[in-house]
């Protein structure tokens, strides 16, 4: 019976060590570790590789055209605003739309061209996760869900674009920007006061698969 044992209890002990690793696995990025790598082309066909803009302060933003939370911060200028401020700054802005084919915000590298000069929006990329690979990588939730990145290539912000997490324009010109303000400590190499916040939008429009 303890020759049996033995095996089992190794095993058992085995599984409750590897726990922790994987649950931490499954919890997304992490601010204060690396950001995780990911390598894409944007819709005017120029690729895009996170790792290749290293010494680059970087922000993600998670989008999708028809979402009300979304239409807010672009009815209001506020989020083409906030892209060519960073992006003058030097920060490289990626925006993604993580929607299926099928789902709302869904969109070709056409519409998407199209609805940026629409909307007059000014990210350095825009891309197109269909597949939703990038969006479950950073497990992006809402539209807009916004990551900041460092030039070392760590997170240093994950949550809202701001602390108003309604869909009135009007609301806008209240909020503190979490963005800009993680942006701001970051260039001028000062720890970000807010690292974490709850995002707030539309859930990103996942394909079933």
């Not at 033995?6 to 922790?20: D, E, G, R, S």
């Not at 649950?23 to 570790?33: C, F, I, R, T, Y």
């Not at 807010?72 to 506020?78: A, E, L, P, V």
């Not at 969109?107 to 007059?120: D, P, R, V, Y």
């Amino acid at each position: 019976m303890k020759r049996l044992l033995k095996p089992v209890m190794t095993i058992l002990a085995i599984a409750f060590l590897a726990a922790p690793a994987l649950v931490h696995a499954n919890e997304g990025p992490v601010v204060g570790q690396p950001a995780p790598d990911f390598a894409a082309t944007d819709i005017k066909g120029t690729p895009v590789k996170l790792s290749d803009l290293k010494d680059k302060i970087v922000v993600l933003e998670w989008n999708n055209p028809e979402c009300p939370f979304v239409i807010k911060h672009y009815d209001t200028k506020n989020m083409q605003g906030l892209q060519e401020e960073a992006t003058g700054k030097g920060v490289v802005w990626i925006s993604i739309n993580s929607s299926a084919a099928g789902q709302q915000g869904n969109l070709t590298a056409e519409t998407a061209q199209a609805t940026l000069e629409k909307n007059g929006g000014k990210p350095s990329h825009y891309v197109l996760d269909a597949s939703g690979e990038i969006g479950r990588l950073y497990q992006a939730k809402t539209t807009p869900h916004m990551f900041v990145i460092n030039k070392d290539g760590v997170l240093a912000y994950a949550g809202a674009i701001d602390s108003d997490p309604s869909p009135r324009h009007e609301g806008v010109k209240t909020a503190r920007n979490h963005v800009r303000s993680a942006i701001d400590a970051l260039i001028a190499g000062q720890p970000v006061e807010t690292a974490t916040t709850q995002p707030y939008g539309c859930n990103v429009k996942y394909g079933t698969n």
